[in-house]
């Protein structure tokens, strides 16, 4: 399988390129590519060699080679979980890296702090703006470190140096004097990226910038990042939508698995076959639970009909039957997290209805619970737990009025419950008196799922079920979802690991932007397909340049 | 690509889960539960956690420190075992009015609010309970009176906040303002005389030598740890405060909830004018003064987490037996309450100082901080 693009030919200055140590190359199952030297003239900026980082039981990075040069932008490309926020924060002195050299124009460096880091002038934005909202915007361009004397801040010079950075961002029309509250996303953008270049900083870290962003504001950030680039500051931007990556990238770097599979590829014509295939091949083989042959389709369960909260989702549409998986795929914003708590009566809907077995649910999540709904939410430490109380009363948190008598709790009932779910879920560590925060991230899914085996749950509702769960704990939650499908429960699956939805449900949704883009069964859908129409689809547009 | 495709393995050799809510062993599930019951008897005076034990442990730890230091101060009347026994009722039946607001007070808190207004509601209750035309349907009335006057005032609190999505402080802060000046307004400003003896008789009657206030307030704190400890409705308030997003997607109604606990702190407030009244035989609009102030002291002290979901009853209990003794102390040696005002402020900082290293120390205990500080 030749993965090298007929665009990419080696060039001549090879030694200006990072050299990428043999076993990597191995791993990725292909030689890297390198870029044509003429699209990046400048000098290497950034270079990180072997760069690895662990936290308890995850290798959040394993080795990422990354090379940066003054006037260029460098895309980061991965899968959700492939290392890339991981990638930022060590950029930005928020973790410091196991091993691995960081060269930062030509020294070697560690950052302690995100100070230093600022000092050095790499400057982060991150997809959730770290702006103070009620200070203004010249404040916040110069949050810490204002223009001062004897102490005061001297305001005068702060509006003056404000309105002459925005002019450099060609927004001199936002006044250094208005409050960030008061300004639309784009704008709150803006000045982040002027509280950046206030640090003189030499390259700017963008996290999905344009997420936040309407899609003819999109045109205005790229418009910032050219000028940005023009006086030679090197921009690493980040983004799930490939079509964005072909129009302002110079270069890309691919992540998997905390791994750089390719480096430097050029960003305008690498097919992006290619660039799914680096981003996708696995290392890690997930186990998924045989399904069952196609038996009798069970009774119809859940029915969805045209669903819409606006900004979220609009007009969708599903069904889910007794003992069917349905597994819907799409990105972080997809809209998919929300459409799943409207269901669940957790959040109103502004048009559209919700049946339970042919009968139409009032709002709010008791009526959901008690016509036997169930879910896990995608935040489990602050949507699902609480985290000092023991285990048992988490398990039974929903259905611990029945075994009380007279208003009075039963402990005894429910400890004995709590542990057959321990036991049906090989809980670890056993003892059911613990405090649920001493547990694991996959120990402590069980116990938010475990809650659901109590009563008479006849739909499950998972929110990323799988998220912050190491491998071993994840084959184990999959039976566990596939044995109380076989027992008759419908279960309506979100996740962002495409693989997961695959392996998982009997039929897939994919969704984009709040919408249902695509319903199949799960055994017509492959990867890449999937991955296609979550990314906005420009795999069937060919690759526009 | 095939190496992108997913590759669903079967892995058979693991039996299936079995049915949820299966039919259990009955012998089974008698010998676990027996299991259960046994190794979590809980001890009376420690609530359902053993954090909660050490807390109370250190807090009789101080209630011992402060008699000692009593006894050294003013040995001439420790060394009377009658003047002692005397003394002790002195300090609970101080601690009784307070006491039973700060058991309502517990409640809120452990629920993740905060009720500014319960001085206001006790003296409204008080006055309420004391008119002219109030008095005249006898004891009965101004007992039913005043236990309706504060639960009301509860209950719109409660739906000021749940309903109204107020912030706790500014709804009870407001209702602090409104119900004194109701209170000064019904009594016209002036100081009602109780002429009921019944009532004023609740102050002053001893049963087997212990004044009636003292089985007041030790009914109140029993029934408080009762309902936190052993009902549903105790469970739901620690869920409540302690993760109120969880609780509403577990299906918790967490609005009716928190209705409710403002309304038991605001009936709690009822209870408390009664015993107020029948002690100061009058009541007026500016009684109760500073009473929220007392109860939240208390509670923190007591371990109760400002921030909801935890706390004991027994905690809050012995900050309030804390106070009093202290307030006793100061009166005995014949020191200024000013001084007295001084030492309550450096304790409440002092306690809530020492807690924070118990917690800490236990989090980390628990593994917790290698987590978060890797």
Known sequence: MNLRSPGAKPTVSEEETVAQPEENAAVAGASLVEAPADTVAGEVVLRLTDVVKTFPGVRALDGVQLEVRAGEVHCLLGQNGAGKSTLIKVLAGVHQPDSGLIEWRGEPTTFANPQAAMRAGIATIYQELDLVEDLSVGENAFLGHEPRRLGFVRRGQMVRRTRQILGRLGHGDIHPKRMVRALPAAGKQIVSMARALSHEARLIIMDEPSAVLAHDEVGNLFRIIRELTAQGIAVIYISHRLEEIREIGDRVTVLKDGRTTAANLPARDTPTRDLVSRMTGRSIEYVFPERPAAGPAGAELLQVEGLTRAGEFADVSLDVRAGEIVGIAGLVGSGRSELLETIYGARRADAGTVRMAGRALRAGVGAAVRAGMGMAPEERKSQALLLGEPIYRNVTLSTFSRYARFGFTNVAAEQAEANRIADDLELRPRDVRRPVRTLSGGNQQKVVVGRWLLGDTKLLLLDEPTRGVDIGARAELYQVIRGLAAQGVGVLLVSSEVPEVLGLADRVLVMREGRVVREAPAGELDENTVLDLVMAGSLMEGAPA | ?374
Not at chain 2, 34 to 56: F, M, V
Not at chain 2, 310 to 328: D, E, H, P, Q
């Open chain 2, 1 to 374: 690509m095939s190496d992108a495709t997913p590759t669903p393995t079967a892995t058979p050799e693991r039996p299936q889960l079995p049915a949820q809510s299966p039919p259990v062993d009955p012998a089974e599930t008698a010998v676990a539960s027996e299991a259960a019951t046994t190794s979590n008897r809980l001890s009376w005076w420690r609530g359902d956690s053993g954090e909660g034990a050490r807390r109370n442990l250190g807090l009789i730890g101080v209630l011992v420190v402060l008699v000692i230091i009593g006894a050294v101060s003013r040995w001439d009347l420790y060394s009377n075992p009658d003047w002692v026994w005397d003394n002790t009722l002195t300090i609970l039946k101080l601690a009784s009015v307070v006491g039973v607001v700060t058991v309502g007070m517990t409640f809120v808190i452990i629920g993740g609010g905060i009720d500014l207004s319960v001085g206001a509601i006790v003296a409204l209750s008080a006055v309420w309970a004391t008119t002219v035309a109030t008095q005249s349907y006898g004891a009965g009335g101004m007992i039913f009176t005043a236990l309706v006057v504060g639960l009301s005032v509860g209950v719109v609190n409660g739906i000021l906040i749940s309903y109204g999505r107020l912030v706790p402080f500014i709804a009870t802060l407001a209702m602090l303002v409104a119900a004194r000046g109701l209170a000064a307004e019904i009594s016209n400003k002036q100081t009602q005389l109780s002429n009921n003896t019944f009532i004023n008789n609740i102050a002053s009657e001893k049963v087997l030598g212990i004044p009636l206030l003292v089985y007041i307030l030790a009914a109140v704190v029993a029934a408080g740890w009762v309902l936190l400890n052993r009902t549903t409705f105790g469970r739901r308030t620690v869920a409540v405060g302690g993760n109120p997003e969880a609780a509403r997607l577990a299906g918790i109604n967490v609005r009716r909830h928190t209705l409710l606990l403002y309304a038991l702190s605001g009936l709690c407030c009822g209870i408390a004018a009664i015993m107020l009244t029948a002690q100061a035989n009058s009541a007026q609009a500016a009684t109760a003064n500073l009473y929220e102030l007392d109860a939240i002291a208390a509670a923190i002290i007591g371990g109760t987490l400002l921030s909801g979901g935890r706390g004991t009853i027994i905690g809050s209990l012995l900050g309030v037996i804390i106070f009093s003794t202290i307030t006793n102390l100061f009166a005995i040696n014949g020191l200024s309450s000013e001084a007295q005002n001084m030492v309550k402020g450096g304790i409440i900082v002092a306690a809530v100082l020492v807690q924070q290293v118990q917690f800490r120390s236990i989090t980390q205990f628990l593994g917790r901080n290698r987590l978060t500080s890797s």
